[in-house]
C-alpha cells in the first residue's frame, strides 16, 4: 500500500517536470487546467492518506501533509492572481516547477523509505 505515496510523488514530479517540455502542445503546461491537475494529485493523496488501513498513525500525518503541500502547490498561482499572498511567490517559471518537483521528491523518499 505505501507504493501509492511513491506513486503520487512521482506523478508531482512529472507535474512539474511537463513544464520544461512546452513546444509539444499536448498536455497543459500553465494556467488553471495545470493547477488543476496538480490539486487533483494532492486530492487522491490526501484521499489515501485518510482511507488507508495500511498507513499507522504518524505515517498518515505526514502523508496527508504531504497531500496538503501538492494541494497548496496547485493553489499557489490562484492565491497569487487574486492577490490573496504576495505576487514574489513563484507562481510558473521554473522555480515554481522547481518547487512541485521538490515536493514530489520528498514524496518519493518517504514512500521509498517506507517499503
Known amino acids: 500500500m505505501k507504493i501509492i505515496i511513491m506513486f503520487v510523488g512521482l506523478l508531482t514530479i512529472l507535474a512539474g517536470i511537463l513544464p520544461f517540455f512546452n513546444g509539444f ?3 497543459p503546461f500553465s494556467g ?5 491537475i496538480i490539486i487533483l494529485i494532492g486530492i487522491i493523496a490526501f484521499w489515501y492518506s485518510i482511507k488507508a488501513f495500511g498507513l499507522w498513525r504518524s505515517q498518515k ?5 504531504l497531500a496538503l503541500l501538492i494541494i497548496f502547490g ?10 490573496l499572498i ?9 522555480v ?3 518547487i512541485i518537483i ?5 514524496a518519493v ?3 521509498a523509505k517506507q517499503l
Open 86 to 94: 504576495p505576487s514574489t511567490v513563484p507562481s510558473s517559471g521554473p
Open 102 to 106: 521538490l515536493i514530489g521528491i520528498i
Open 74 to 83: 496547485g493553489l499557489i498561482p490562484f492565491l497569487v492572481s487574486m492577490k
Open 32 to 36: 488553471p487546467v495545470y493547477s488543476g
Open 25 to 27: 502542445g499536448v498536455v
Open 61 to 65: 500525518f505526514i502523508t496527508a501533509v
Open 109 to 111: 523518499l518517504y514512500g
Open 96 to 98: 515554481y516547477s522547481g
